[in-house]
Nanobody, 124 residues
Framework: QVQLVESGGGLVQAGGSLRLSCAAS????????MGWFRQAPGKEREFVAR????????LYADSAKGRFTITRDNAKNTVYLQMNSLKPEDTAVYYCAASLTTVQTKARGAYDYWGQGTQVTVSS
């Protein structure tokens, strides 16, 4: 089992920034690729970003490219999502997830463990 706890969400004005964190415990963190997803009210959960086990490879949704950056610190068992130039359409609950799959993928089914989510609200 891997336990994931997100933090760092909140209310921010359009154009602002937030940094989400996800702390992992349980199994060896560096054995898992990590991803961020988000879910807005009435919509399906969608992929945002993914980082490989070593941190050497990343994958982004088109909506996140150029604005969001995913990083990880394996010594701290933590993955981060730096979000800049936020837009009202970025408003959602953001979830981190852990994946044993080594192939970089956006597929939700490739993730084995999920956090409880953190709310991000961007006002216009």
């Amino acid at each position: 089992q891997v336990q994931l706890v997100e933090s760092g969400g909140g209310l921010v004005q359009a154009g602002g920034s937030l940094r989400l964190s996800c702390a992992a415990s349980g199994r060896t963190f560096s054995n898992y690729a990590m991803g961020w997803f988000r879910q807005a009210p009435g919509k399906e959960r969608e992929f945002v970003a993914r980082i490989s086990r070593s941190g050497g490879a990343t994958l982004y949704a088109d909506s996140a490219k150029g604005r969001f950056t995913i990083t990880r610190d394996n010594a701290k068992n933590t993955v981060y999502l730096q979000m800049n130039s936020l837009k009202p359409e970025d408003t959602a609950v953001y979830y981190c997830a852990a994946s044993l799959t080594t192939v970089q993928t956006k597929a939700r089914g490739a993730y084995d463990y999920w956090g409880q989510g953190t709310q991000v609200t961007v006002s216009s």
